[in-house]
């Protein structure tokens, strides 16, 4: 079940217990998951900044960012703000229900709702985007878009997902051995070489379609994602340096998280004809190492 509020100011949000009996929150703003626990007692799956902003036109430092229509500054380097306007915007919420043993929030938004930011053009493409999370045994994302308007749409999108690690410097990411990454740091292509290790800033764009394990050692645990129809997985550690520039992130905060994110970008964005459809997916999974 879940509670919503609403506070003063405007702010809304969902929080509710999982039939598990874990826990959850999530924001009209951005329809932004930034609690997620499965289990009681359990640590936290979902990494959220505690000195993260929550306030309009500020992306939320944790969670599940939603990127859209644009990732990072765009597939030509140019677009701000960066990981576009969704996560910006307040959705509406359109279902909360107990279904199936889990709690299912619906969410959309469409180009009437885009916040008024600048560097957005608000005469965009027509467009309908939905989301659907499944909190449960396992937390289900689903980020449904449809074109409705008469002209082709070009979008990248991602599911930026921040995780909760005991010790950074400990953890492997699995299931990216073999395929290839753009380095962000180096601007180089390179072949990813066994499990992804961290001992400085990692912020790499592989194209892979495996299901991805974070093993976190000290947690004793993995954390599994498996998607659907997403052509790239970003990882990315902000370590020392890059995290000492964030004021929304405590210096130390490099040390107990991890991006995992689930994404079409670059030459993988999605390209939709009038009414046309894409649905992106992400199920996270909490298992025994
Ligand atoms: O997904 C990795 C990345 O693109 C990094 O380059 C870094 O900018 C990160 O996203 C955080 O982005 P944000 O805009 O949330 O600070």
Known sequence: MFERTIDPDGWGRCQGITSTGGRFTVHDHGAHITEWTPTPGAEPVLWTSPTARFAPNVGIRGGIP?????????????????????????????????????????????????????GIDPERNRFELEVTQVFGADLQVRLAL???????????????????VGDVRRVSVHGLAGTEYLDKLTKAYNTQIGPVGFDGEVDRIYWVKNPIEVHDPVLNRRLVLTTHRSDNTIVWNPWVDKTAEFADMPDDAWQSMVCVETANVR???????????????LTLTVADL
């Open 267 to 281: 030459d993988r964005a999605v390209h939709l004809n009038p009414g046309q459809s894409h649905e992106l997916s």
């Open 146 to 164: 449809r074109n409705t308007d008469d002209v082709p749409l070009v979008v990248e999108e991602a599911l930026h997902t921040y995780l909760t």
């Open 66 to 118: 939603i990127c859209f229509p644009w990732f990072a500054n765009g597939r030509k380097d140019n677009k701000s703000p960066a990981h576009g306007f969704a996560r910006l915007a307040t959705w509406q919420l359109l279902e909360g229900v107990e279904r199936d043993g889990g709690t299912t929030l619906r969410w959309r938004l469409d180009e009437t709702m885009i916040p008024k930011l600048d």
